[in-house]
């Protein structure tokens, strides 16, 4: 039931944040260009799985996306929104397909489930 709950979760959060998007008429060219952008953090399990697991769980979290939608909302700068809501968009699809934040011990090891 807590894996059914985090995904419906996930979906909500993707799809507020699609809304947002087109509700702010921005570009969708861009947001198809940068919507797998935030996976780039996981070239860090090339290092190690500990360090793989920060950088990925860095990115993954809502702390800095909420952050930029924030700072773009305060100074009405569209780009930081463009970017918050790509990113937030991004974290719901992963949370909605059952990909959750990661633990040190392998990439497999999530929050959500064994992928």
């Known amino acids: 039931m807590v894996r059914a709950l985090m995904r419906l979760e996930g979906m909500c959060v993707a799809l507020l944040s699609v809304a947002g998007y087109f509700g702010l008429h921005l570009n969708w060219v861009v947001f198809l260009c940068f919507i797998l952008v935030p996976d ?8 190690h799985p500990r360090a793989g697991a920060i950088s990925y769980n860095l990115v993954h979290s809502y702390i800095l996306p909420v952050g930029f939608l924030a700072l773009g909302w ?26 959750g934040l990661k633990y040190p011990t392998a990439f497999r090891d999530t929050h959500l489930q064994r992928v």
């Open 40 to 47: 780039i953090a996981m070239l860090g399990y090339l290092v």
């Open 74 to 99: 305060l100074t009405h700068n569209l780009s930081l929104l463009q970017v918050g809501l790509i990113w937030t968009t991004h974290i719901g699809l992963d949370r909605m397909l059952g990909f």
